[in-house]
Every structure is written in C-alpha cells, then in structure tokens.
C-alpha cells in the first residue's frame, strides 16, 4: 500500500508552495491543522484507491464551511498572496476571494502529495 512520507506542516506549507510568510503558526494552529488535514486525506485516498477525480474532490472537501475558520486560515498562511482564478464568478466578496484562494492552495498540495507517491 502506498502511503506519503512523513512530512510535518512545515514541509507541507513548502510544497503547496505558500508564499515566504505563509507558513503555519505552528502544528495546532488553524493553518498548520488544516495543512495536515489534507495531507491525512491524501493518505486515506491511497488507502481506499484513488480514481481520476480524487485531487479535486479532496481539494473540494478541504474547505471549511464556516466563515470564521476561512478567514483564520487564509490569514495565517498569508494566501492573500495568491491569485486566484475568480474569473467565473458574478460577485467577489473577500470571503468569496478567500475561499478561492485556500481551494488553489488545497488542490497544489494534493497534486503534489499524488505525485510523490506514483
């Protein structure tokens, strides 16, 4: 069974190559827990099998619901740095901006997490 190397929210950050100032505050903070979330699911997709629409509905499944948690994790990892595709979208808030942003983060990670293992 394939499964990814040890790799702690730092590492993580790296690779989903946040910018220089968007690392975790630490392993228990927003970030770094949601960071780690995705790389467990990463890691439970190659347990179960991965099909040819895991990444995204991995990525998809990793953003919060709740505005608040949103916010505190776009913030902390500095992902205002990046930029987004908003192009298809009628009405931009900054919630709406954060969470594009955070599923871009999401979905760099997991492609990189598939790769290092095929």
Known sequence: MKTLPNMNVYDLAKLAELSHEGVP???GSP?????ADIAGA???AL???LNEDSAVEIADSSIPAYTNRIMNIYVELRAYHDSPDISDVRQV???TFA?????DIAYRLVTKLIAMVD
């Open 47 to 49: 347990e179960y099998g």
């Open 25 to 27: 505050a630490s392993t």
């Open 99 to 103: 969470t594009y942003a955070l599923y």
């Open 31 to 35: 970030g770094g827990r949601w960071l």
């Open 93 to 95: 808030n900054g919630v």
């Open 42 to 44: 990463v890691n439970e």
